[in-house]
């Protein structure tokens, strides 16, 4: 009898493996595009269709894959570091997150939305009980965050699912910055007793979801920092003018 | 002394939906819900049950795992081993329930991802479990199929029930998330009834968010459980 289980089971999974993926990938696209939710032209990112999705993320998003010291990757590093198809959006974070720091590798989407241009950054981290992780978008500044989208493995709903399920959570992020005024990198806090909308470096907590806001805090600080060296290259760049 | 006549046994085909199949298709809605009367299965009652369409598709899996793994349960329950049966019947449930994963991970991404855990944990509920050995495991395969189903359809009519007054008090909408989403009442323009309009009678009405926690789940079962016994003339007494 087990050998008929494993047959079955094993042939239905990888028969629809391939569409599987592309099913997973089209779901992570559309939470890119949920932290650039108020730019994306009037469009909502879960409304789409699967094939809108696919042919707008192809249009207007630009995917670069860095590694730790701020180095692009073309898509054969890409391959080779384990993911089929080279591009940024084949990272998988989860298994990046149990790699030692420095061999990391991570994804950088550059959205054109014709008048200006957003960054979007993927961090991950710790949440109470598994991995919680969020997509982050800043302005071309690199420092005001225009949006951000989260999701978790596995967090309690109405606790720190809420970083998922409750839409006002992402959006106290909007206009935060990373950089305070004497170029010091110093992200954004949760407040548990809640935080002044003047405060450019805080955003209100999550009551009863202390460790989850934590890790979320700390998600930033580290995920953001891993972003640092390429972004330093290109505002250079930009400063002498050169368009990258 | 009378005489004891030997009749001949006649093998009488059994109709396929006859008195008895129907008895075990409904006395799981109402007399023998596997919730409310047999009180199994409340875990994944209490964590899904805050929006309605993850209820409606979990209470679908359920059903599935719980008619099909009956039904097989039954097809080779006499040549189960004694010492391993708790085993294969748990190889049968495992085998179902990825079978249900891969499905929605293939057909119904979005849902596969918001019900992550819970599916897995369909191998563990009790009603599953229970129906196999207390049915199944001595039962014809046909009947123990249709036991499945009706449990299932229980367990789901209470997952149901309790899901839509969670979500219509707890967030104001129905079937959020799925593509036949009702915003029915709620602070902002797209809600059929905006409290924040001038002039709305509704003004004053804020979602309750006790609702969106696991705990309301168990009151609202609770006073379930109550209302039935109350009103159903089998169980006013049974405990």
């Known amino acids: 009898m087990t050998s008929i289980v494993a047959l079955v089971l094993s042939g239905l999974?990888?028969?629809?493996?391939?569409?599987?993926?592309?099913?997973?990938?089209?779901?992570?696209?559309?939470?890119?595009?949920?932290?650039?939710?108020?730019?994306l032209g009037g469009k909502d990112a879960q409304k789409m269709g699967d094939d809108e999705v696919n042919a707008f993320f192809d249009t207007n998003v630009k995917q670069i894959a860095l590694d730790m010291s701020g180095t692009k990757l073309t898509e054969e590093e890409v391959s080779n570091a384990g993911y089929k198809g080279g591009k940024a959006e084949h990272i998988d974070m989860a298994k990046e997150k149990k790699k030692p720091e420095e061999e990391r590798i991570i994804p950088l989407y550059i959205f054109d939305a014709g008048k200006e241009e957003f960054y979007i950054v993927t961090v991950i981290g710790n949440g109470l009980w598994d991995n919680i992780w969020g997509n982050i978008a800043l302005k071309s500044d690199l420092n005001t965050i225009a949006g951000a989208s989260f999701d978790h493995a596995g967090e309690t709903p109405g606790l720190g699912a809420e970083i998922k399920d409750n839409p006002s959570f992402p959006k106290r992020f909007k206009e935060k910055e990373i950089y305070n005024d004497d170029g010091e990198y110093v992200s954004v806090a949760l407040k548990k007793t809640g935080a002044k909308p003047s405060n450019p470096h805080a955003v209100d907590g999550i009551s009863g979801a202390t460790v989850t806001a934590n890790g979320v805090e700390e998600m930033l600080w580290r995920g953001i920092q891993y972003y640092e060296p390429y972004f330093n290259s290109i505002k250079t760049t930009k400063k002498s003018g050169v368009r990258n | 002394m009378a005489e004891i006549l030997d009749k001949d046994v006649v093998k009488v085909k059994e109709p396929l939906f006859g008195k008895v199949e129907k008895k075990l298709l409904k006395d799981p809605l109402n007399?023998?819900?596997?919730?409310?009367?047999?009180?199994?299965?409340?875990?994944?009652?209490?964590?899904?049950?805050?929006?309605?369409y993850p209820s409606f598709v979990m209470a679908i899996a359920v059903v599935f795992v719980c008619g099909f793994s009956s039904l097989f349960t039954s097809l080779i329950r006499n040549k189960i081993p004694p010492q391993v049966r708790m085993i294969v019947q748990l190889v049968i449930i495992a085998t179902l329930v990825t079978i249900v994963e891969l499905v929605l991970k293939r057909f119904q991404y979005p849902i596969y991802r918001?019900?992550?855990?819970?599916?897995?944990?369909?191998?563990?509920?009790?009603?599953?479990?229970?129906?196999l050995e207390a049915f199944a495991m001595a039962n014809k395969p046909w009947r123990s199929f249709v036991d499945g189903i009706g449990n299932g359809l229980g367990y789901g009519a209470i997952l149901l029930i309790v899901a839509f007054i969670r979500e219509f008090f707890g967030k104001g909408s129905l079937f959020a998330g799925s593509g036949l989403e009702m915003k029915i009442i709620g602070g902002s323009p797209d809600y059929f009834i905006n409290t924040m309009a001038e002039g709305s009678w509704f003004g004053w009405y804020a979602n309750n968010n006790l609702m969106v926690l696991p705990a309301a789940a168990m009151f609202i079962i609770g006073v379930l459980i109550w209302v039935q016994r109350s009103y159903n003339p089998k169980l006013v007494d049974i405990s």
């Open chain 1, 13 to 39: 999974f990888m028969g629809w493996k391939d569409q599987s993926a592309i099913n997973e990938s089209i779901f992570n696209k559309r939470a890119i595009l949920a932290a650039v939710s108020d730019h």
């Open chain 2, 114 to 131: 918001q019900l992550t855990v819970y599916i897995g944990l369909i191998i563990t509920n009790c009603i599953v479990m229970g129906r």
């Open chain 2, 31 to 52: 007399d023998n819900n596997p919730i409310t009367v047999q009180v199994l299965g409340v875990c994944s009652a209490l964590a899904v049950t805050s929006v309605v």
